[in-house]
């Protein structure tokens, strides 16, 4: 018997395969639909004319009917949900003077633990292998030797990311304060009283009836969780605008201690943030750059491992920071795969649902060996915005979910240039996908975050209009030389 797997190209029986199941029901109609066409075409006038005439109609049909068709219309517009269009975003861009060089940083590690060089060279591993580039920043206390985070300077550092990211909105959009009606902020681990909300409504004069939230302690997946939030929240107020700001205040939480765990923040973590506009007015439909799909949260706090991997903490000299676990990638991989078998049935078209489902019944019942079906994601998402967390976390999102280079360009590229942002890098990454020019008409686009707790958690959205390359944003002076080559090791 010939090989015919070296006769016949398999890329094209699984598309042959995709087209059958995915249009399983257009191929079946269509021929039922043409048969009764013929049939009726066979009848000669008289008898179409006969078959018209034994159709009895008569008042009380007719107005029973009616009104039958008008409340199940009024049931269906009144329970369908509404439409949340995203118009536009804005992000934090910081200023040249904030730069942290490789050389920069680690002089200063070896000032600042200048009796502890086996912590300055575990930083210097760290940072030849993170992906970071020369470019990122730190906020300007941290540029202190030693740093000096007060209060006055980590909210100092709040309001000049997160007034910068809001007046770029309130330009691009045309938003005035006053038709803000919901407002929601996120950060993680600054905290402060009065909330960073209410710093954003007394810096705007916000109106004294405005819905606002201020979420802390949720880790870098906290702008999913705040875009979930506004979703819920214009589900219920009719022709309202929500403003998201996402960030992460760097100044109160950079590490000056000997743990290896808690260093491993500081040569990541960089400043940043986001300001998202929501909306459920329906003329924001025609300007609105995407509308919001689905999102997916899983969280796996249950499981005391998953709980502690990413945990705030003293040390033994009482030094607070936050400690990252070894166990964490394999914790996020668990997280992932939870998150993925929820949004799996609502994104994938059906000859990979089917795929899966024989797989999985094939390890059920014949062979627990068997290795499992992973779904092919590329099918139903056209770009995949992946948390720029780490080398790591990319690395391993890449090789679990089959994806191509280019899938996660944007995500190495935004912890190239910016680091990691925390829960903004995803707005970061979008915008990176923009200015080069991707972003079309009905392109779908995977929202992915990690975060302590230990969650994962998803957005997809859809783009409503082909979107222009953008003459301004974080990447409008360095588009041109993206993307760059990342090497495994830079030798410092």
Request: proline share 6%.
């Amino acid at each position: 018997m010939p090989d015919f797997s070296k006769s016949i190209k398999l890329k094209y029986v699984k598309l042959g395969y995709q087209y059958l199941v995915n249009h399983i029901l257009y191929l079946l109609l269509i021929p039922i639909m043409v048969a009764s066409l013929i049939e009726v075409l066979r009848l000669g006038p008289d008898e179409i004319l006969n078959l018209w005439r034994s159709l009895h109609f008569d008042l009380l049909q007719i107005l029973v009917s009616s009104f039958i068709i008008i409340v199940v219309a009024t049931v269906y517009f009144m329970s369908k949900p509404r439409i949340i269009y995203l118009v536009d975003y804005a992000c934090y861009k910081p200023p040249v003077t904030c730069r942290v060089p490789f050389a920069t940083f680690m002089e200063h590690s070896r000032l600042i633990l200048k009796n502890n060089p086996k912590s300055v060279q575990f930083q210097m591993r760290i940072l030849e292998r993170s992906g970071l580039g020369e470019e990122t920043c730190l906020p300007p206390a941290i540029h202190y030797i030693p740093p000096t985070p007060t209060m006055e300077s980590a909210r100092g550092e709040a309001e000049i990311v997160i007034f910068s990211a809001m007046d770029t909105l309130f330009q691009k959009t045309g938003l005035k304060p006053k038709d803000i009606d919901i407002l929601i902020v996120n950060c993680s681990l600054f905290s402060p009283t009065p909330s960073l909300s209410a710093m954003v409504i007394n810096k705007y004069k916000l109106r004294s009836n405005i819905k606002s939230f201020n979420l802390s302690g949720m880790g870098c997946s906290a702008g999913i969780i705040s875009i979930d939030l506004a979703r819920d929240l214009l589900q219920v107020h009719p022709n309202s605008n929500a403003v998201v700001v996402s960030t992460e205040i760097i100044t109160p939480n950079y590490y000056q201690g000997n743990e290896r765990a808690m260093l491993l923040p500081n040569c990541l973590f960089r400043m940043g943030g986001a300001a998202i506009l929501l909306s459920n007015r329906r003329r924001e439909g025609s300007r609105a750059k995407y509308k919001l799909v689905h999102v997916v949260r899983t969280h796996k706090g249950a499981d005391d491992k998953a709980y502690r991997c990413v945990f705030e903490e003293e040390d033994t000299e009482g030094k607070v920071g936050i400690s990252l676990s070894k166990d964490l990638m394999a914790i996020a991989g668990e997280a992932l795969k939870s998150n993925i078998t929820t949004m799996g049935p609502l994104v994938l078209p059906a000859s990979e649902q089917l795929l899966f489902l024989m797989t999985l019944i094939g390890r059920k019942i014949f062979n627990p060996k068997w290795k499992p079906y992973i779904p092919d994601f590329k099918q139903a998402f056209e770009h995949f915005c992946i948390h720029a967390g780490g080398r790591a976390v990319i690395d391993e999102l890449q090789k679990n979910l089959q994806l191509s280079a280019e899938h996660v360009e944007a995500s190495r590229m935004t912890l190239h240039r910016f680091g990691n942002t925390s829960s903004s890098s995803l707005w970061y990454e979008m915008s990176y996908i923009e200015s080069k020019g991707r972003m079309k008409k009905g392109d779908r686009v995977w929202q992915i975050a990690f975060g302590s707790g230990f969650k994962c958690n998803s957005a997809v959205w859809k783009c409503n209009k082909t979107i222009k390359t953008p003459s301004d944003g974080p990447w409008s002076d360095c588009i041109d030389r993206y993307p760059v080559h990342i090497p495994e090791i830079v030798k410092l």
